[in-house]
Antibody, heavy 119, light 107 residues
Framework: QLQLRESGPGLVKPSETLSLTCTVS??????????WGWIRQPPGKGLEWMGG???????YYNPSLKSRVTISVDTSKNQFSLKLNSVTAADTAIYYC???????????WGQGTLVTVSS | DIQMTQSPSSLSASVGDRVSITCRAS??????LGWYQQKPGKAPKRLIY???SLQSGVPSRFSGSGSGTEFTLTISSLQPEDFAAYYC?????????FGGGTKVEIK
């Protein structure tokens, strides 16, 4: 059964870079049927799609994040990663990694990890 | 970007009630829409894909309808385990966009 698990620091200082990794188990990230992305949710608020990556490295990002976000894939480790630079308190959220099917609609989520931006 | 307007933002209902939640897209998205349920402290779970196809394992009291710009999620008879937040997600074009969510609470 496919599982996704986020990992990374739970606390990041303002103006620094938030870095998270999603480890995929029970399936291959190289499978061309799927797309791999990040979604976040500020505490008590709604969901925001941040962007994603295909196994071949092609990416799409949410323009709302401007040029602050980078998503990459490491097929050798069956992982994909998120970097968000110049963070502020507004970036405090639960960050989910997620698999998208061919549509591409999200069909499987990680458990989520809370990242707090604070000095 | 395609904007998804979801209504209501919250509702109170009783066990056994029929409940409907609507998402409106700012432009036509064919049937490129999914519905998700999120319980407190948990990741969302997909209920519906393709606007009206029921995800495997999801109870048949959940149904989706609509195409183009207006979509509805209906719970035919609300059960205690259905009290949660619900979100629509359009995948017609990047960036994917969610509706603002609907919190279904116990009356």
């Amino acid at each position: 059964q496919l599982q996704l698990r986020e990992s990374g620091p739970g606390l990041v200082k303002p103006s620094e870079t938030l870095s998270l990794t999603c480890t995929v188990s029970g399936g291959s990230i190289s499978n061309s049927d799927y797309y791999w992305g990040w979604i976040r949710q500020p505490p008590g608020k709604g969901l925001e799609w941040m962007g994603g990556v295909y196994h071949n490295g092609i990416t799409y990002y949410n323009p709302s994040l401007k040029s602050r976000v980078t998503i990459s894939v490491d097929t050798s480790k069956n992982q994909f990663s998120l970097k968000l630079n110049s963070v502020t308190a507004a970036d405090t959220a639960i960050y989910y990694c997620a698999r998208h099917d061919r549509q591409p609609l999200v069909d499987c989520w990680g458990q989520g990890t809370l990242v707090t931006v604070s000095s | 970007d395609i904007q998804m307007t979801q209504s209501p933002s919250s509702l109170s209902a009783s066990v056994g009630d029929r409940v409907s939640i609507t998402c409106r897209a700012s432009q036509g998205i064919r049937n490129d829409l999914g519905w998700y349920q999120q319980k407190p402290g948990k990741a969302p779970k997909r209920l519906i894909y393709g606007a009206s196809s029921l995800q495997s394992g999801v109870p048949s009291r959940f149904s989706g309808s609509g195409s183009g710009t207006e979509f509805t999620l209906t719970i035919s008879s609300l059960q205690p385990e259905d009290f949660a937040a619900y979100y629509c997600l359009q995948h017609n074009s990047f960036p994917l966009t969610f509706g603002g969510g609907t919190k279904v609470e116990i009356k």
